[in-house]
């Protein structure tokens, strides 16, 4: 008897390579601010927080007040690049499709832009609508609400559903939800030692290619409650 029922995945940095656009499009915003150089050193470590966090970090590290469209402007560019450039991760479409568990997304980008990659990878039949977002619940991951929701809607219980997750803020709401996870590393935007960063928020297993991804789905949905 399987001891999962229900595979979420992330979608930016999992499905899609969308965190190296996004992060490109952010630091070409902020750097119209502050020195490329100092801006460098500023964004090191900020992967996983968002992008309200990291503009209120710059903000108080530089004395700096931004307009108050930045973050609206912000959000219209990197969709619109993550629209027009993002590419899928190798190999993960035939990886989700090789899973015999229902897949669910669960993410912290808005409705449209999931559907968007999800087309770009050839997986929206495969979700076929099991979409969650942030714009759905009260907070956003690391809180837990975007994966207790898809576990409610889908009618599974949270410690029978397998996470893949590249992030600290979303394997904390995944873990938080009282979920098992998949640690991913493979994408572009991924700094080195980040699998052991991972391991130490309480991943079950990291991965680094998608190739990998369903023996080993296969093996922890095969252990025995």
């Given at each position: 008897m399987s001891s999962i029922d229900l595979l979420i995945s992330d979608c930016d940095g999992v499905i899609v390579d969308s965190e190296i656009l996004s992060h490109r499009v952010l630091f070409e915003a902020l750097s119209l601010h502050v020195p490329a150089e100092r801006l460098h050193e500023a964004l090191e470590g900020t992967f996983g927080l968002t992008v309200p966090s990291i503009i209120e970090l710059i903000e108080k590290r530089f004395g700096l007040s931004l307009p108050d469209t930045f973050?609206?402007?912000?959000?219209?560019?990197?969709?619109?690049?993550?629209?027009?450039?993002?590419?899928?991760?190798?190999?993960?479409?035939?990886?989700?499709?090789?899973?015999?568990?229902?897949?669910?997304?669960?993410?912290?980008?808005?409705?449209?832009?999931?559907?968007?990659?999800?087309?770009?990878?050839?997986?929206?039949?495969?979700?076929?609508?099991?979409?969650?977002?942030?714009?759905?619940?009260?907070?956003?991951?690391?809180?837990?609400?975007?994966?207790?929701?898809?576990?409610?809607?889908?009618?599974?219980?949270?410690?029978?559903?397998?996470v893949v997750e590249d992030s600290p803020t979303g394997v904390l709401a995944a873990r938080t939800a009282g979920m098992q996870v998949i640690g991913f590393t493979g994408a572009s935007h991924i700094p080195a030692g980040h699998d052991q960063a991972l391991r130490e928020l309480g991943v079950t297993a990291v991965i680094e290619r998608m190739q990998d991804l369903p023996e080993l789905v296969n093996r922890l949905a095969g252990m025995a409650d």
């Open positions: 973050d609206s402007d912000l959000r219209r560019q990197s969709e619109r690049v993550v629209a027009e450039q993002v590419q899928a991760i190798p190999g993960v479409r035939e990886a989700l499709m090789a899973i015999d568990l229902p897949l669910a997304v669960a993410s912290n980008s808005r409705l449209h832009n999931v559907e968007s990659s999800l087309r770009r990878a050839g997986l929206s039949e495969r979700v076929a609508g099991r979409i969650f977002c942030a714009e759905m619940v009260a907070s956003p991951k690391p809180a837990p609400d975007v994966y207790l929701l898809a576990a409610e809607r889908m009618g599974v219980a949270p410690g029978r559903c397998l």
